[in-house]
């Protein structure tokens, strides 16, 4: 097999941009897509000249297709990686597994003894910023890892018809947070302490019981320290940063912007472009670079970069934060 041929389930916003990265990478072939909403599947169908199917079983039961990756939404997603598995095609599913941990340990638990690759769509793994923080923190640049400093803001509110159904922000959004703290730590945290609110739009407690503003610490069982901050807003615009500090020194992985022209003028000096817009841009790089590792599983027999228990555990930090909120206390994570 010199390339791999993939299907994409779901053509929506994230399906979209997989389906066009799966089609320029040079060691894939996009076979075709499907979205219950033929006309999504129509539309990339035609930008892309492939295949839509109607049937999502075409997809399966179709030995030239060797994997598929998922973007269809979370709760669908156990579903056709279990259907992946069965027809022995490896799958890159999107983040998170599912909403609800009792399906995800369910599921685990028919999986175990499963040989078929599962990669989990944590895409910020694979940034090259974020990649370069881990090496340097591998290569011993700044010693012992003491703290890991997380922040994450999205540059505007979502839609009410998408906060109704994302499933809170701790399972949404920091998901991708609680999975850079575990890739960075090197270890498990084994304790949390969480607080959030509504301070951008308060009906999104008072209506919908979620926040949009949280701040999150956690420690492991040797004792580094984690903190993490969400914002469902920032005016500013996409704002992720990771910071390692060690006992030898510090890096930090910084926001990205279009350039690094800097004008000046009576008004202003040093101004700047504004930071890339939001995941599609910010991660462009990473989202290819988790096709490559997808790809390297496949073709190298490499292990899978991001498991089905990485998604698991991550849940499992969000239902413990659920649970911090709540008491208004650290909670021990299981
Ligand atoms: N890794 C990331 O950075 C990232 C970013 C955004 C979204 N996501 C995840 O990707 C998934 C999709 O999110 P989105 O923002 O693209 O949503 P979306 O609503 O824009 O797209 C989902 C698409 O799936 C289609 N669909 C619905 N049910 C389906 C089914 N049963 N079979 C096939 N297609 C179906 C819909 O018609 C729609 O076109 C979610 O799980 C989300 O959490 C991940």
Not at 86 to 113: F, H, S
Request: glycine fraction near 6%; proline fraction near 4%.
């Amino acid at each position: 097999m010199n390339k791999v041929r993939i299907a994409v389930i779901g053509c929506g916003r994230i399906g979209q941009m997989h389906a066009r990265n799966i089609d320029l990478h040079e060691k894939t072939t996009l076979s075709c897509v499907y979205d219950v909403n033929s006309e999504f599947a129509e539309k990339i169908s035609r930008e892309l000249n492939v295949f839509s199917v109607q049937n999502v079983e075409e997809i399966f039961n179709n030995n030239e297709i060797d994997a598929v990756l998922v973007s269809s939404p979370t709760n669908t997603h156990i579903d056709f990686i279990e259907k992946s598995v069965a027809a022995k095609k490896p799958v890159l599913c999107e983040k998170p597994i599912d909403l609800d941990i009792d399906k995800v340990n369910q599921c685990y638990e028919r999986l175990k003894g499963n040989t078929i690759p599962i990669q989990l769509g944590f895409n910020r793994r694979f940034d090259p910023g974020h990649q370069a923080a881990k090496h340097s923190l591998m290569n011993g640049d700044i010693g012992e890892l003491h703290q890991c400093i997380i922040t994450s803001r999205d540059p505007g509110l979502p839609s009410w018809d998408y906060l109704k159904v994302a499933g809170g922000q701790f399972r949404d959004m920091t998901i991708h947070d609680f999975d850079m703290a575990r890739f960075m730590l090197g270890e498990e945290p084994v304790k949390i302490f969480a607080i959030s609110n509504a301070l951008i739009n308060p009906k999104i407690k008072s209506e919908l019981n979620d926040s949009d503003t949280l701040m999150i610490i956690m420690e492991t069982a040797s004792g580094k320290q984690c903190h993490i901050n969400n914002s469902r807003s920032a005016t500013y615009g996409y704002d992720q940063r990771v910071e390692l500090f060690g006992s030898k020194g510090m890096v930090i992985s910084d926001n990205r912007k279009p350039h690094e022209l800097k004008k000046y003028n009576s008004e202003y000096v040093e101004k700047q472009e504004p930071y890339l817009n939001f995941f599609i841009e910010r991660y462009q790089e990473a989202y290819m670079n988790s096709i490559t590792s997808f790809v390297e599983t496949i073709l190298e027999k490499k292990p899978v970069s991001v498991s089905f228990d990485d998604g698991r555990r991550a849940l499992i930090l969000a239902e413990a934060a659920y649970k911090s909120v709540k008491s208004g206390k650290f909670e021990n994570i299981n």
